[in-house]
């Protein structure tokens, strides 16, 4: 089991940045990828991107590609979300997730979501 806590959320005007920060603890050896997702009010939940635990590898959707950046740092289990050029239409509660060695599909670890609020 993979425990994962999520902080950085606020509120930020339209254009702003904020980094938010996945902290993962218990059984890290065993995480595959971590992967970023949001919720806005009254919609389903969406992944925005996703990391690699051991290459580094990413990917974005294309509704934040160029202006989020993912990364992670192992020594500190780490995933962070760097969100730039923030719009209103981000504002979300935002999850990290993680997925371990034997999972195919989907991840099993959830963490319990930050909210962002971008004003315009």
């Known amino acids: 089991q993979v425990q994962l806590v999520e902080s950085g959320g606020g509120l930020v005007q339209a254009g702003g940045s904020l980094r938010l920060t996945c902290a993962a603890s218990?059984?890290?050896?065993?995480?595959?990828?971590v992967g970023w997702h949001r919720q806005a009010p009254g919609k389903d939940r969406e992944f925005i991107a996703r990391?690699?635990?051991?290459?580094?590898?990413?990917y974005y959707t294309d509704s934040v590609k160029g202006r989020f950046t993912i990364s992670r740092d192992i020594a500190k289990n780490a995933v962070y979300l760097q969100m730039s050029s923030l719009r209103p239409d981000d504002t979300a509660v935002y999850y990290c997730?993680?997925?371990?060695?034997?999972?195919?599909?989907?991840?099993?670890?959830w963490g319990q979501g930050t909210q962002v609020t971008v004003s315009s």
């Open positions: 218990g059984r890290t050896f065993n995480i595959n990828t």
């Open positions: 997730a993680a997925r371990t060695a034997g999972t195919l599909f989907g991840y099993n670890n």
């Open positions: 990391i690699t635990w051991s290459g580094g590898g990413t």
